[in-house]
Each structure stands twice: as C-alpha cells, then as structure tokens.
T-cell receptor, first 114, second 114 residues
Framework: AQSVTQLGSHVSVSEGALVLLRCNYSSSVPPYLFWYVQYPNQGLQLLLKYTTGATLVKGINGFEAEFKKSETSFHLTKPSAHMSDAAEYFCAVSERDSSYKLIFGSGTRLLVRP | DADVTQTPRNRITKTGKRIMLECSQTKGHDRMYWYRQDPGLGLRLIYYSFDVKDINKGEISDGYSVSRQAQAKFSLSLESAIPNQTALYFC?????????????FGPGTRLLVL
C-alpha cells in the first residue's frame, strides 16, 4: 500500500532562513503529489501539487517543491521564512486512478523564530 | 461565505451517544470525503462519496456511517461514540473532471468523547 513519510515532526528555522520540509512516498509508480498547509484552528489549504510536466512546482506564498522520481521525493522549500509561515504542513499523494483518494503523511510543524 | 462548511465546529459527547457531524458545500462538486486527524498520524480517510448513490469505505470506516442527503450535503455519524474517536474531523470536496485531483477542505469539527 502507498505510504508517505515526512521526516521531522517539528522543524524550527529563523526568520529569513531557508525552509526545507521533506517528503518521500513509497509507490514505484509516481502518484499525484501535494503539499497542504494547516494554520491554527483552520482547515487544510492546498499549497501546490504535481500531476505531470515540469518537476519543479511553484505554489502560493513563495513555496515550491521538486518531484524527484529517482529519490521518490517531493520536498517543500522556501528561500526565506516569514513569521506567517508558522503552521503544520502535510505532504499527500493520490494514486493515478479514478478515486483520487488522498494518503497523508504525519505532518511537520514549522516553527519560525524571530 | 465559506465554500465548505462543517457543523458543529466543536462537540463534547459521552461514550455510547450517537452523534452526527454535518458537511455542506456550495462549490458544486460531486465528490465528498470525510477524514479524521489525530496528532502524529496526519489525516486518514473514513468514507468518500462520488455522488449521491455512490458511497465507499475508506481506510478507517469501522464505527462510522455516512449519509449523502444531496449533492451538497454529506453527514458522518458515530452510532455509539467511544473515547478513541476523539479527533479533529474534516470534510473535503472535489470535482469530477477539471481540477479533479484537488480536494478542498472545510474548517473541521473538533470532537471530544468522554
């Protein structure tokens, strides 16, 4: 069965520093790949997704992610962290079938230090 | 107004009680999903529905039931609540065709079972 691994349940960075959140998936067939963000007391909001085409995907709020098939990875980055980026981030995948069911990683809480 | 709404937002109930969580959407999407979120586990799929007459079990459906009363409404019921059903519950929607890979989430219902 498909699984998603997010390394690090908590990541702490200084404001202005690079943000790197890691995500690996288990499928040998590349699935659809997503990053969602959850701000406190809110639902999940789509940051970006990869379905096909260019492997470097740009999302909202300056985030981007790169799909690397050889590494089965889809890591999320942002060059310069802002205090408003503090949230929980979820990597998710769905199989390339008609169900589009999402399988989520366990989440990474990003803390941004002033 | 929010496109995906959930009621109630917070609920406290006792073991053995029947409880219903409701989800409504104005996005015109045909697909709807229920997830639960537990700390350190990410989100897990409980049930999903592709239209009013098509309901499917997800990863963790035991102890839950659902009803798709209309295209815009999808309810989740706990027939006899137990403490390990304490969690944050999310409803999500997506559309067949178009941007079908993307799910849009409601704000969540926080449920505490005593």
């Amino acid at each position: 069965a498909q699984s998603v691994t997010q390394l690090g349940s908590h990541v702490s960075v200084s404001e202005g520093a690079l943000v790197l959140l890691r995500c690996n998936y288990s499928s040998s067939v590349p699935p659809y790949l997503f990053w969602y963000v959850q701000y406190p007391n809110q639902g999940l909001q789509l940051l970006l997704k990869y379905t096909t085409g260019a492997t470097l995907v740009k999302g909202i709020n300056g985030f981007e992610a790169e799909f690397k098939k050889s590494e089965t990875s889809f890591h999320l980055t942002k060059p310069s962290a802002h205090m408003s980026d503090a949230a929980e981030y979820f990597c998710a995948v769905s199989e390339r079938d008609s169900s589009y069911k999402l399988i989520f990683g366990s989440g990474t809480r990003l803390l941004v230090r002033p | 107004d929010a496109d995906v709404t959930q009621t109630p937002r917070n609920r406290i109930t006792k073991t053995g009680k029947r409880i219903m969580l409701e989800c409504s959407q104005t996005k015109g999407h045909d697909r709807m999903y229920w997830y639960r979120q537990d700390p350190g586990l990410g989100l897990r799929l409980i049930y999903y529905s592709f239209d009013v007459k098509d309901i499917n079990k997800g990863e963790i459906s035991d102890g839950y039931s659902v009803s798709r009363q209309a295209q815009a409404k999808f309810s989740l019921s706990l027939e006899s609540a137990i403490p390990n059903q304490t969690a944050l519950y999310f409803c999500a929607t997506s559309e067949t065709g178009g941007d079908q890979e993307t799910q849009y989430f409601g704000p969540g219902t926080r449920l505490l079972v005593l």
